[in-house]
């Protein structure tokens, strides 16, 4: 925390600067893609000094030339855009993960190093010790002062002292890094009831008293990762909830809502907290995966939005639906359980419908696009 108040305690001070300050609870990651352009495009026009504090991918790529990761307490500066600080920090994060197991390597050779030769020195000790000699065995005890006259007895205590000194460098050398795991999720095989292709026929879909969504026959295919986008209020939520109530989708789907109410997040939280141990662990495993500590989440007394959303995600997976929908999936979410969430996903064999704003996560997990359109002031239709 120290680095990060002295780096913006130096900027305040010599440098005069116009502040522009997002992050992903901001506006700029609730706005459709059309309003995000233009407020892109406005902040490329800025010849000032802007720092930039968000989870969008799309904007910091799009603007920062140098970036400040923060982790752990520490501020890590790259000159670059902000993949190519990721990049950089990933092969610094790879490198120093393998020179450690070079040292751990290295200390283990020279603990046992260290054991045999104290066992050596113990061996020594008794062989020249004249207790067990009898007393008119000259003989053996001037061969005994001769080899402590001549430092013999000395050199595997030496030897010992060598092997400790090095032993304490290599610990000074240890690197601390974050106990890492392995991300993506090992998904069961999916048991389909046959619920595809899920046909929904045409339809005008009223949206307010004045707003409406159009639509021709649209089919879900089997394996389709499908991404809807679109302005706010365009009907996207509200075409899934239709959908969902017109379908006999079985059990074989999850679905994430955008919005989840304290009383429905208290009710899944005390819910899974009432599980078996084994189920539970196979919940908390998949939230580990997700970015998230499982020990400080159960320690919560009611988890926050994002990690309530990973709960929901990881419950859920364990019933190896064969649709998932999302819903805004990274929002309340931080960069790294969006990146964790996008690898997740990656390796989901099923369907998926997600409803997002942010398209460098879309752009890694679907192939294809449903877009809201907006025909004229109260008209919307859906482009695919």
């Known amino acids: 925390m120290g680095n990060i108040l002295l780096i913006l305690t130096l900027l305040l001070l010599y440098v005069s600067f116009f502040l522009l300050l997002f992050s992903y609870f901001s506006i700029f990651s609730c706005c459709c893609r059309g309003v995000r352009k233009i407020i892109l495009n406005a902040l ?26 923060l982790k752990n307490g520490d501020a890590l500066a790259y000159k670059t855009s902000f993949s190519n600080a990721m990049d950089e920090y990933r092969k610094n994060i790879e490198f120093l993960e393998k020179t450690q197991i070079k040292h751990n390597i290295e200390l283990k ?46 050199n595997d205590g030496q030897v010992i002292t060598k092997l ?18 392995k991300l993506g999720i090992e998904f069961n095989s999916l048991k389909s009831k046959n619920i595809f292709p899920i046909i929904i026929e045409n339809n005008i879909l009223k949206l307010s008293e004045t707003k409406k969504l159009s639509y021709q026959i649209l089919s879900i295919n089997e394996y389709d990762k499908i991404g809807i986008i679109g302005e706010n209020g365009s009907g996207k939520s509200s075409f899934i909830n239709h959908m969902l109530s017109t379908k006999d989708l079985k059990d074989e789907y999850l679905y994430i809502p955008q919005e989840i ?52 995600i990881a419950k859920g997976l364990l019933q190896s639906p064969s649709l998932i929908i999302l819903d805004e999936p990274t929002n309340h979410m931080d960069l790294d359980s969006i990146i964790s969430l996008e690898l997740a996903l990656k390796e989901y064999n099923g369907t998926m419908i997600i409803i997002s704003h942010d398209k460098t996560f879309l752009d890694a997990v679907i192939t294809h696009i449903w877009e809201f359109r907006k025909e004229d002031e109260d008209l919307y239709r859906i482009k695919n």
């Not at 802007?50 to 920062?64: A, M």
């Not at 020279?110 to 113990?122: F, G, M, P, R």
């Not at 065995?137 to 001769?146: A, E, H, P």
């Not at 495993?285 to 320690?299: A, E, F, V, Y």
């Open 109 to 154: 050779k020279l603990k046992k190093s260290i054991q045999l030769q104290q066992e050596k020195v113990s061996q020594s000790k008794k062989r020249f010790s004249k207790k067990s000699l009898d007393q008119n065995d000259s003989d053996s005890k001037n061969k005994i002062n001769l080899a402590k006259l001549t430092g013999k007895d000395k």
């Open 261 to 312: 109410t304290e009383e429905e997040s208290k009710k899944l939280f005390d819910g899974i907290n009432s599980l078996g141990n084994d189920i539970k662990g196979e919940i908390y495993t998949i939230i580990r995966k997700l970015s998230s500590d499982p020990i400080k989440l159960q320690d919560s007394f009611i988890p926050s939005p994002g990690e309530i959303r990973k709960l929901m």
């Open 44 to 69: 490329k026009t800025f010849k000032g000094i802007g720092i930039l504090v968000s989870h969008d991918r799309e904007l910091l790529d799009s603007l920062s030339q140098s970036t400040v990761i």
């Open 164 to 181: 400790q000194s090095k032993q304490k460098q290599l610990l000074a050398k240890t690197i601390k890094t974050d106990k890492t795991y």
